[in-house]
């Protein structure tokens, strides 16, 4: 894709990752080594963006909550200020995406990123501990063959973490949060839903059947800055 291909329609900015990547830089725009393939891509105006823009880019910048989707290992930013949203998905084949929204659709963009739908399970299952490490690897197999696990514990980590099934992990930080970031992590499995939360020790998770309702609910915690969270 090049700057002279970019397409602009209302809520959708698609561009090259250069380009975009620009927009949202630290550095003005019209400073920018790409000043001039922005002008021909018709994103910048003599020395200014086009007031959509100059928006979406303070959103990213100065955000007063940003959401990072990190699904497989491809991570997508989601950023709201005011009733101003922007979702920066991540880029495909050197092509990158900015589109805006409203603020209040935030959980429901979040739920569509992580396909959050109803699925229901083919048995019953138990919450499953296992060390941190354990899942990571598990995951990035595709299998649970051959950890050191008991055979249930096994059967039900492999049908969580198989190839046809999705991993992925929504951090939230809101501007004045005092505390750490706090994160959302879920396995859609073969069997049905899985939240994962992290043990105390951060060395273990404990793996917690449940949901899409659950899923939902957890997520939309993410959007309540760390103030209003009961202790």
Excluded at 28 to 53: K, M, N, V, Y
């Amino acid at each position: 894709m090049t700057a002279a291909d970019a397409v602009q329609r209302p809520g959708l900015l698609r561009v090259p990752e250069a380009l975009r990547a620009a927009l949202l830089a630290p550095e003005e725009p019209h400073r920018s080594p790409q000043a001039d393939a922005l002008r021909t891509a018709g994103l910048l105006e003599g020395r200014r963006l086009p007031r959509r823009l100059r928006e979406a880019r303070a959103a990213v910048q100065d955000p007063e909550a940003s959401f990072e989707i990190d699904r497989g290992g491809r991570v997508g930013l989601l950023c709201w200020r005011g009733r101003l949203s922007v979702l920066l998905p991540p880029a495909t084949e050197g092509t990158g995406e900015l589109r805006t929204l409203a603020t209040q659709d935030g959980l429901v963009t979040l739920c569509r990123l992580g396909a959050v739908r109803p699925r229901p399970r083919s048995a019953p299952a138990s919450e499953l501990r296992v060390a941190a490490p354990t899942l990571a690897q598990a995951i990035a197999a595709g299998s649970a063959a051959g950890l050191d696990l008991e055979a249930d514990a096994r059967r039900a980590l492999h049908a969580a973490v198989a190839p046809s099934s999705a991993h992925w992990r929504v951090t939230a930080r809101h501007a004045g949060d005092t505390g750490p970031p706090r994160a959302v992590e879920a396995l859609d499995g073969d069997d049905g839903w899985w939240l994962v939360e992290p043990d105390a020790d951060d060395r273990h998770v404990t793996l917690l059947p449940c949901d899409a309702t659950t899923i939902v609910r957890a997520l939309s915690g993410l959007l309540v800055p760390d103030v209003l969270v009961p202790a």
